[in-house]
């Protein structure tokens, strides 16, 4: 349990930077629709997140479109636009955050020997005058300026300085340290920002940040540690999704600090409340599991199995328990209603879940919670959460998966026959297929021709029982990205078919918002 804190001041507040949006989305299979990031966005900003990176604007007419609705929408937060050091790059990025309360341009560009040499063909000297002049280009347009090094932590700490001081002295008001490649250690990232804010004679200018990649498992002691030696600012993502191995969890370093304050005598602004609200969201609309043993927001972080640890918990939950599951939003598992339970019983569960929805999103889960109690025994949170979370996902997808009927079993071939709506019209096709799901696939295939790569087809139960509901996860690859697709229901088959047609949306989506811009690095 954590000591007494030491007395804190403002100097000691760590802002939150989320990236979920941005390095988040940049992993395979991560990509979020407009709308899920719209929602992605307004939960952030409900939960105290200091800074919000939406996106990448020159990326994509998507990206652009999604970090402008950002920035206008939302009410606390600073909202960040990401540019590479390129001019265009980062007038878009200022297009698109220009209608936020506090906008704020992010420009980088690599710093390290092996990036300068083969990735930018650069020498250093003509890197530093990038470093000031697109630091400058930003200043321009926004007061509010970040700078980053790629590979800060591969670069040498001559040179790092000399770019640091002059980012400054261009007009950068946060200096980020990225450990892009995952590389750093501890005590090694800590002596780097003590090394730099003591030799850079500007350094009190500007707040320090750092972003750490999880190559070696180290991203969160990574950032702690950078933030004993001086960091206020933690770039991070929510569930850690990012690039390769992921970025540090949002999560983990907001209850790191919290839990430890004898260790880390920090505050952040994070409503720790929301955590599991938050993690459930993203998983949901990026289709990520969270693993189960997670950190704060896994299925089994406050989970006691073994016997002696379930009788020490029922004498003391102190025994072994640093944090309660109330701080981090989880409610027990509990039963919930079954098909006699109303409005208002439901009304008040999805309130005690942290969903919040409009009147019409309220009936429609409604009757799918009736639906689903008419046909499963037991309803429990779990349940609830995978219904909404797909109903969430689902919301604003223009196909749909109106009725389906499979013949599987020993006599094939199997067959399924499948009606989809496409906006309002209905369309039906038969289909075989090796196995039951093989021939839904081919159905909707037949419906919605496409090229995409079936990337893969994960089936796990949503709680426990034969009739427990099946959640189907499936990732679609198209021209070099991949969107995921994610459904419940306690037919399988259904839920396959759900989960497909919700990956084709996506793509679809995509599609009609323009394709990724091919970047290279400037
Ligand atoms: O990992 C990294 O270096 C980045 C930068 C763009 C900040 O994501
Ligand atoms: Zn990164």
Redesign the pocket.
């Known amino acids: 349990m954590s000591e007494t804190a030491p007395q804190q001041t403002d100097a000691d507040r760590v802002l939150i930077f989320d990236?979920t949006l941005r390095?988040g989305e940049?992993c395979p299979g991560a990509t979020m629709t407009f709308e899920e990031k719209l929602e992605v966005a307004d939960l952030l900003d409900g939960m105290g997140v200091d800074i919000i990176e939406a996106g990448f604007p020159i990326a994509s007419v998507g990206d652009f479109e999604a970090v402008s609705e950002i920035a206008k929408r939302v009410r606390n937060a600073t909202v960040a636009g990401l540019a590479r050091a390129g001019f265009k790059d980062i007038d878009r990025a200022g297009e698109a955050v220009r209608a936020a309360r506090r906008p704020r341009i992010h420009t980088f560009i690599s710093t390290s020997p092996v990036h300068m040499k083969h990735k930018l063909q650069k020498e250093p000297d003509e890197v530093l005058e990038m470093v000031v002049a697109s630091v400058a280009r930003a200043r321009n347009l926004v007061d509010d300026v970040e700078w980053s090094c790629e590979d800060g932590t591969r670069t040498e700490h001559d040179f790092l300085c000399r770019c640091v001081e002059a980012a400054i002295k261009a007009g950068a008001t946060t200096i980020n340290i990225?450990d892009?490649v995952g590389y750093t250690t501890p005590d090694e990232y800590r002596a780097l920002f003590r090394t730099v804010r003591e030799r850079v004679p500007n350094a009190d200018k500007a707040v320090f940040s750092v972003?750490c990649?999880d190559d070696l498992g180290l991203a969160v002691a990574n950032s702690l540690a950078g933030i004993e030696g001086g960091a206020r600012q933690v770039?991070c993502t929510v569930n850690g999704i990012?690039?390769r191995a992921g970025?540090a969890a949002l999560e983990e370093i907001v209850m790191a600090i919290r839990t430890r304050a004898d260790a880390y005598p920090f505050t952040t602004g994070i409503d720790a409340t929301q955590l599991t609200r938050a993690s459930k969201l993203v998983s949901a609309v990026t289709s990520f599991p969270v693993q189960y043993n997670k950190a704060i927001v896994g299925r089994n972080a406050f989970a006691h199995e073994s016997g002696i640890h379930q009788d020490g918990m029922l004498k003391n939950t102190q025994t072994y328990e640093i944090m309660t599951p109330e701080s981090v939003g989880v409610s027990k598992t509990s039963l919930v209603m079954g098909k006699h339970s109303g409005r208002a019983a439901f009304r008040s569960k999805l309130k005690e879940l942290g969903y919040q929805l409009g009147e019409n999103a309220l009936e429609d889960a409604f009757n799918q919670f009736k639906a689903l109690a008419d046909r499963k025994k037991h309803v429990y949170d779990e349940d609830i959460e995978a219904l909404i979370d797909q109903e969430i996902a689902s919301a604003h997808e223009h196909v749909r998966v109106l009725s389906l009927t499979v013949i599987a079993g020993t006599m094939g071939p199997q067959s399924a026959t499948l009606t989809l709506d496409f906006d309002g019209e209905h369309r039906t096709v038969q289909a075989t297929g090796n196995g039951p799901v093989d021939a839904i696939f081919n159905a909707v295939n037949a419906l919605v021709p496409n090229e995409a790569n079936l990337e893969l087809y994960q089936v796990s139960a949503v709680t426990e029982g034969t009739d427990a509901q099946a959640e189907v996860s499936v990732r679609l690859e198209e021209n070099g990205r991949s969107v995921t697709g994610r459904a419940a229901d306690t037919d399988t088959l259904v839920a396959s078919a759900r989960a497909y047609v919700s990956a084709l949306n996506k793509l679809l989506a995509r599609r009609s918002k323009g394709a990724p811009e091919a970047l290279r690095a400037v």
């Open positions: 990236t390095d940049q990225p892009t972003h990649h770039e990012g690039e970025n």
